[in-house]
């Protein structure tokens, strides 16, 4: 038993820069990411658990189109939307995923329900759909996903890997391709932790590409120690186990949140020449939020206080 | 630049009770096992890569009918077979995986051209036999992977399930359904590690689950220190992201192979009531064979040493 709880959340990170960012925009996703942040909030103090709290604060970022994630996802090469979703909780080690889900309006609330109601950890595509649909979950038109902003964001992509077509093979994408996720951790009244991430994947996407945000321990994990949720260039994430390389740096190393999440993020990121960032809390409640991005969409909100909000490097 | 060199391979863990095996099975299975283990070491004598070692000796194992990988890959609810395959290399720290794709004969090559020739980690269904298809790699069609053996066993397991259809929504499979992988791990003559897993998945399995063997640090990992790979109930293996536990309780927590392997097997696997086991390798090129079940098809092969192979428990 604790006396306090917590919550952080991530929008996602990457070459964010307030010159390229109009005022509109800028209120309109912290005003999402302070509702996140409330919707967490507002659970955990009615003595809820951290898992129904991540998995909340998740959903009101998937439901905006400003996030890469739920209704703001992108698009795929063949302009489709392929998502991936974990949720991890640190009580019971009990976990779930789904990825490459195209007709989910909240993947995380699959990932739930593949933790909440099969044997299994990780569901994907249409036998995640028919999981789904078995279970009682609505199935939504790919239509729903469809926002303008991700619509040009594939044709910039496409245009750009037009003009490379000498250059045949070459997958690379932009920086601002790679990233985007959503995700939440949380500390309950109980003492107890939990992680989210739900992701719309890398714009232009091939081949049935899936992310760290499908994988326990790459992109998610929640222990009774800390819970991880992480953004970025996923192939550095899954290489680098991220999420779970901070709870075993806290066990084995015996390092602090704040020691753990600074050297997973500089050995198995930054220094292999990956971009992105994380969020984590531990069992005292401690919060670290490391990126080696320009901005990474953030905040975090504790017991008692006013919710903080941040997009850019300070 | 070590002064040896050494493999270690595994073909599933399970109940494998010597009182229900014939002379014959044995003898097979023994000789297959071997057949891994000159193939991986032959490589290793002409001081080639632990990498190009691990996925040969894996090849070995996925063309012969007798394990769950490859040509004798079990059926899913559907009578299809959907197979999981992960190579990584720690001498680059670069890893390729693939899930649930359905006509690759074998799956542990489509991994390896993921990890050489694209900028992704994994790549699952359709999608990856494409990347294949544009690759240069021949599909098989789904007659490839028939063996009366695993249309046998499916049958079993769908009478079992219709026996059993009062407890609907029950998906849980016996033990000997969940098992059965082959991978190997190896050091080469320039000291470096590699880790390769790939498997046919669980039998009547449903919804598009994928495994720890599609999985980077759960199924598979290596890196400088040591080279993992695993096979048993792959769920547990996910939420304990057990190959890279390993890793971490030797660069972390300083325990030797022998120690981290037999901790990570207690604490991931045996406590949370799972079962199976893996393979492990450490640069000095101690080998460390843990399981928790009757038997799991085994051996390993040293330098200059004949191959020694095990099934059962001693």
Request: charged letters at 20%.
């Amino acid at each position: 038993m604790t006396t306090t709880f917590a919550i952080a959340i991530h929008g996602g990170a990457g070459t964010i820069l307030k010159s390229k960012m109009t005022p509109e925009r800028e209120a309109a996703i912290r005003a999402t990411l302070t509702e996140s942040l409330r919707v967490g909030y507002a659970l955990l103090n009615e003595g809820g658990c951290a898992l129904d709290a991540v998995q909340k604060a998740v959903n009101v970022m998937e439901d905006s189109p400003l996030f890469n994630a739920g209704r703001g996802a992108v698009f795929t090469h063949d302009g489709k939307n392929e998502q991936d979703a974990t949720i991890m909780d640190g009580f019971s080690g009990q976990a779930g995923s789904v990825a490459s889900v195209k007709h989910i309006a909240r993947p995380i609330d699959l990932a739930r329900l593949v933790m909440d109601q099969s044997p299994h950890v990780l569901l994907m595509g249409d036998g995640a759909e028919k999981f789904a649909v078995e279970h009682g979950m609505e199935l939504v038109d790919n239509k729903y996903f469809y926002t303008e902003q991700r619509w040009e964001q594939l044709q910039r992509a496409l245009a750009k890997e037009q003009r490379a077509s000498d250059n045949k093979g070459d997958l690379s994408l932009s920086e601002d391709d790679k990233h985007g996720t959503v995700g939440a951790v949380a500390l309950d009244s109980q003492g107890h932790l939990a992680a989210a991430t739900s992701s719309g994947g890398m714009t232009n996407k091939r081949y049935g590409r899936v992310g760290d945000s499908a994988l326990v321990g790459a992109g998610t994990f929640a222990d009774d120690l800390c819970a991880v949720s992480t953004t970025g260039h996923g192939e550095f994430f899954m290489r680098g186990v991220v999420a779970y390389d901070v709870a075993a740096l806290m066990h084995y190393k015996g390092l602090s949140l704040a020691e753990a999440t600074d050297l997973s993020v500089q050995t198995k990121l930054t220094d292999p020449g990956g971009t992105g960032g994380l969020i984590a809390i531990d069992k005292d409640g401690n919060i670290a939020l490391p990126f080696n991005t320009e901005g990474m969409y953030r905040g975090y909100l504790y017991k008692g206080s006013e919710p903080m909000v941040e997009i850019f490097r300070e």
